[in-house]
């Protein structure tokens, strides 16, 4: 059941000065199929509250699979999914989002004929809107593009605003643990790094939680406390961003040009 | 000049009972991109509903304001309309979902075919009538011995129907159960993500077309007093058509191709034939078929990925 992780070599260190109880998400060989094929052949990872976690892997690798797994959608076969404490594994996926995880999914999937207000207002559907507009003054100054394009469709922005939308749509529940999947995807560097810092700034200032996919290893795991590899829907490799980014498996596989 | 206007009356007031249902139609489509054939039928049985309650609260309570009995037998058939649809939704369709693209619509046919059966069993296969509720008319204008009239009850099928609208328009645009709806509509994935209960979302939308269907049904047996078990099938694939030309999944489409269908079959019949009056309403459905299948508000799907 546990994966066979090749070369693990740190256990896997949280921040020094953190002290460690139970991780506040925690996948245990779970394995997914679509139909008869397998995806997922038996994962295991931990994220623990206040870190950021990469995961990154080539196309194919099952990177998207897992974030929907943790989402019940689809459900994993077999394993299970912790998230607090709680099995996850068998709950249908709205319940999930609402013990407070928020995904980016991949593709963004920003409600096309909805305006952007809309779309937010959707994001923090789960408490009805408590804290909408004190949470709303929040997104627009984390992305000032939002304002200018509040009542514009989300169809018409642009890829990157799209982004900011997704993820911004993601922060209106006020996760507790934020899945970010391939946000850097088909965005300009610049639009990237924004985006990062973004992530990175929410982290330090107010502990939020992020498991973030990349294939942009490079940036992801310099942004990242800990990641993981994933290679035909197993983790190969395990470790503190700095650590994986000086294997030479990791440079060589998906560093070159990377950067 | 005095029938046509006459025949606009008419054909507005007939067309606002196919936008109703059309609408139904129209909002099923477009959340789980099915046609509930059964639809037309659930408005058949919301117009029983409708008879059986005005007599009850005619003969048995002895109720004699119309405007009392009217509100009643509306949020009666309204409720038990709902209730009805919910089932169906339950049994019939929820099942099937996940299933391959058909089956539901297959199944739609069966309760379809169920629904009508069941009232011509339970309520006997002739015509039942129902004494006139509202008669009084009013004479708008009148040339050459030709008297242009509007019905009170007309005008109250107008009325219910353009306040109904409203209320709806609301429901879909500015409430968090309409919001949900149409991000169900766009990607149910992404709802569920955002913590949106789908099914329950889906099981709203038929409960809400229904009860649109149960006003529909109420005012169709006002306006024409009888009403007969086979009576869902004809104004339900003339609402389909009004859909169909609206833009399925529409919701103005619906309304708009609602109201045009309902002029198109009373001025057909006015001009050129009223035994083919049917045949009109149905060419249109061949004709938007093929030569405009997304309708007139239908959305030409150009939106960035």
Same mark, same amino acid.
Request: charged share 15%; aromatic share 8%.
């Given at each position: 059941?546990?994966?066979?992780?090749?070369?693990?070599?740190?256990?896997?260190?949280?921040r020094?000065?953190?002290?460690?109880?139970?991780?506040l998400?925690?996948?245990?060989?779970?394995?997914?199929?679509?139909?008869?094929?397998?995806?997922?052949?038996?994962?295991?990872?931990?994220?623990?509250?206040?870190?950021?976690?990469?995961?990154?892997?080539?196309?194919?690798?099952g990177?998207?699979?897992?974030?929907?797994?943790?989402?019940?959608?689809?459900?994993?076969?077999?394993?299970?999914?912790?998230?607090?404490?709680?099995d996850?594994?068998?709950?249908?996926?709205?319940?999930?989002?609402?013990?407070?995880?928020?995904?980016?999914?991949?593709?963004?999937?920003?409600?096309?004929?909805?305006?952007?207000?809309?779309?937010?207002?959707?994001?923090?559907?789960?408490?009805? =809107?408590?804290?909408?507009?004190?949470?709303?003054?929040?997104?627009?100054?984390?992305?000032?593009?939002?304002?200018?394009?509040?009542?514009?469709?989300?169809?018409?922005?642009?890829?990157?605003?799209?982004?900011?939308?997704?993820?911004?749509?993601?922060?209106?529940?006020?996760?507790?643990?934020?899945?970010?999947?391939?946000?850097?995807?088909?965005?300009?560097?610049?639009?990237?790094?924004?985006?990062?810092?973004?992530?990175?700034?929410? =982290?330090?200032?107010e502990?939020?939680?992020?498991?973030?996919?990349?294939?942009?290893?490079?940036?992801?795991l310099?942004?990242?406390?800990?990641?993981?590899?994933?290679? =035909?829907g197993?983790?190969?490799?395990?470790?503190?961003g700095?650590?994986?980014?000086?294997?030479?498996?990791?440079?060589?596989?998906?560093?070159?040009?990377g950067? | 000049?005095?029938?046509?206007?006459?025949?606009?009356?008419n054909?507005?007031?007939?067309?606002?009972?196919?936008?109703?249902?059309a609408?139904?139609?129209?909002?099923?489509?477009?959340i789980?991109?099915?046609?509930?054939?059964?639809?037309?039928?659930?408005?058949?049985?919301?117009?029983?509903?409708?008879?059986?309650?005005?007599?009850?609260?005619?003969?048995?309570?002895?109720?004699?304001?119309?405007?009392?009995?009217?509100?009643?037998?509306?949020?009666?058939?309204?409720?038990?309309?709902?209730?009805?649809?919910?089932?169906?939704?339950r049994?019939?369709?929820?099942?099937?979902?996940?299933?391959?693209?058909?089956?539901?619509?297959?199944?739609?046919?069966?309760?379809?075919?169920?629904?009508?059966?069941?009232?011509?069993?339970?309520?006997?296969?002739?015509?039942?009538?129902?004494?006139?509720?509202?008669?009084?008319?009013?004479?708008?204008?009148?040339?050459?011995?030709?008297?242009?009239?509007?019905?009170?009850?007309?005008?109250?099928?107008m009325?219910?129907?353009?306040?109904?609208?409203?209320?709806?328009?609301?429901?879909?645009?500015?409430?968090?159960?309409?919001?949900?709806?149409?991000?169900c509509?766009?990607?149910?994935?992404?709802?569920?993500?955002?913590?949106?209960?789908?099914?329950?979302?889906?099981?709203?939308?038929?409960?809400?077309?229904?009860?649109?269907?149960?006003?529909?049904?109420?005012?169709?047996?006002?306006?024409?007093?009888v009403?007969?078990?086979?009576?869902?099938?004809?104004?339900?694939?003339?609402?389909?058509?009004?859909?169909?030309?609206?833009?399925?999944?529409?919701?103005?489409?619906?309304?708009?191709?609602?109201l045009?269908?309902g002029?198109?079959?009373?001025?057909?019949?006015?001009?050129?034939?009223?035994?083919?009056?049917?045949?009109?309403?149905?060419?249109?459905?061949?004709?938007?078929?093929?030569?405009?299948?997304?309708?007139?508000?239908?959305?030409?799907?150009?939106?960035?990925?």
């Open positions: 059941m546990s994966a066979p992780a090749e070369t693990t070599e740190a256990p896997a260190p949280a020094a000065s953190e002290p460690r109880g139970a991780p998400l925690s996948v245990a060989g779970v394995k997914t199929y679509y139909g008869k094929i397998i995806a997922l052949k038996g994962v295991d990872l931990e994220v623990n509250e206040g870190e950021i976690v990469t995961l990154i892997g080539a196309n194919g690798a990177k998207s699979t897992l974030m929907m797994t943790i989402c019940g959608s689809p459900q994993a076969r077999e394993g299970r999914i912790v998230f607090d404490g709680r996850i594994t068998r709950m249908a996926t709205h319940d999930i989002m609402r013990l407070r995880i928020a995904q980016s999914p991949e593709g963004r999937r920003i409600f096309a004929r909805m305006t952007v207000y809309e779309n937010l207002q959707m994001g923090a559907a789960i408490d009805g =809107n408590a804290h909408f507009d004190a949470d709303l003054e929040r997104m627009f100054e984390l992305f000032p593009r939002l304002k200018e394009r509040i009542n514009q469709r989300g169809g018409t922005l642009s890829g990157g605003e799209q982004q900011m939308l997704a993820i911004a749509r993601a922060l209106m529940s006020r996760p507790r643990l934020l899945l970010l999947d391939e946000p850097s995807l088909g965005l300009a560097p610049l639009v990237v790094r924004q985006i990062f810092e973004v992530i990175r700034d929410l =982290n330090a200032s502990g939020l939680t992020v498991f973030l996919v990349e294939q942009n290893a490079y940036h992801a310099k942004l990242a406390h800990r990641g993981y590899v994933l290679v =035909n197993l983790i190969t490799l395990s470790g503190t700095r650590e994986l980014l000086e294997r030479p498996e990791v440079k060589a596989a998906y560093l070159e040009g950067r | 000049m005095e029938v046509f206007l006459q025949q606009l009356i054909g507005l007031t007939l067309g606002s009972i196919y936008g109703l249902i609408i139904g139609y129209t909002m099923v489509f477009g789980i991109g099915m046609v509930n054939f059964a639809h037309g039928d659930v408005f058949m049985v919301s117009a029983f509903i409708g008879l059986i309650c005005v007599l009850l609260l005619t003969t048995v309570l002895g109720m004699s304001s119309i405007f009392l009995i009217l509100a009643i037998t509306l949020v009666v058939a309204m409720l038990f309309t709902s209730l009805v649809s919910w089932t169906i939704e049994v019939a369709y929820r099942p099937l979902r996940g299933s391959f693209r058909l089956a539901p619509m297959i199944s739609a046919i069966g309760m379809s075919i169920f629904l009508s059966n069941f009232v011509q069993v339970a309520q006997g296969p002739r015509n039942k009538p129902l004494p006139p509720m509202v008669p009084d008319v009013i004479v708008l204008m009148e040339r050459n011995g030709y008297q242009v009239t509007l019905a009170y009850k007309q005008l109250i099928i009325a219910v129907t353009a306040l109904l609208l409203v209320g709806f328009w609301w429901l879909v645009q500015k409430t968090p159960l309409g919001r949900a709806q149409r991000a509509e766009q990607d149910r994935k992404m709802a569920a993500l955002l913590g949106v209960n789908v099914d329950r979302t889906i099981s709203l939308t038929f409960v809400i077309g229904a009860a649109l269907a149960a006003v529909a049904g109420v005012m169709y047996l006002m306006y024409y007093g009403v007969n078990f086979a009576d869902g099938f004809v104004p339900g694939v003339k609402a389909f058509t009004a859909a169909v030309l609206g833009g399925i999944g529409s919701l103005p489409g619906a309304v708009l191709g609602g045009l269908i002029l198109i079959e009373t001025l057909w019949s006015a001009y050129f034939s009223i035994e083919y009056k049917d045949v009109a309403a149905f060419s249109i459905l061949v004709l938007v078929l093929i030569f405009m299948p997304q309708g007139l508000l239908g959305r030409p799907d150009v939106e960035k990925v």
